[in-house]
């Protein structure tokens, strides 16, 4: 099993690729993933680069309108391959972590972090939003909570 915060570098790693799809910095990314998994022989670097071709140009297919709802639908994969390859090239991790932080310098505003994943553990509240405010407001119990601005009901 592996650690959190590799679980959680395997989800930068698969935004940032999914994310770099159809932009400049696409054939750095490329580049950059195909080495880290030709360290398990080079057949299989070819192999994920045959498949990273093919997955940038689902994207590209799609683009402007169905882009995101494709790299959404690749990141679950992508995500559980370069989980895969932490497990089996542990020493793969420092790499790895450099194309993230590559990738997401170059990516245009906007694709940078263009998904997120929220979880709330052992009984916890979770609120998150995107690209927007969130405005939450706790009433004390037995209060009824002020009307939300927007007319929406308050949160309570």
């Known amino acids: 099993m592996l650690a959190e915060s590799l679980t959680a570098l395997a989800g930068a790693g698969a935004t940032a690729l999914i994310g770099?799809?159809?932009t400049d910095v696409w054939q750095g990314a490329r580049g950059g993933v195909v080495r880290?998994?030709?360290r398990g022989g080079e057949d299989r670097g070819e192999l994920i680069g045959a498949q990273l071709d093919e997955d940038a140009l689902?994207?590209?297919r799609a683009e402007p309108a169905g882009a995101d709802e494709v790299r959404a639908e690749l990141l679950p994969v992508w995500?559980?391959?370069?989980?895969?390859l932490l497990e089996e090239h542990p020493d793969s991790e420092g790499e790895l972590r450099e194309l993230v932080a590559r990738l997401q310098g170059g990516l245009p505003d906007g694709r940078q972090v263009w998904t997120q994943s929220n979880?709330?553990?052992?009984?916890?509240?979770?609120?998150?939003?995107?690209?927007?405010?969130?405005?939450?407001?706790?009433?004390?119990?037995?209060?009824?909570?002020p009307p939300a601005e927007d007319g929406a009901e308050g949160a309570g």
Do not use: C, I, K, S
């Open 58 to 60: 689902l994207v590209g």
């Open 36 to 38: 880290l998994f030709g």
């Open 20 to 22: 770099a799809m159809a």
């Open 119 to 145: 979880t709330a553990r052992d009984h916890g509240t979770l609120f998150a939003v995107q690209g927007g405010n969130l405005h939450y407001h706790q009433a004390a119990e037995g209060q009824v909570p």
């Open 79 to 84: 995500r559980r391959r370069l989980l895969l």
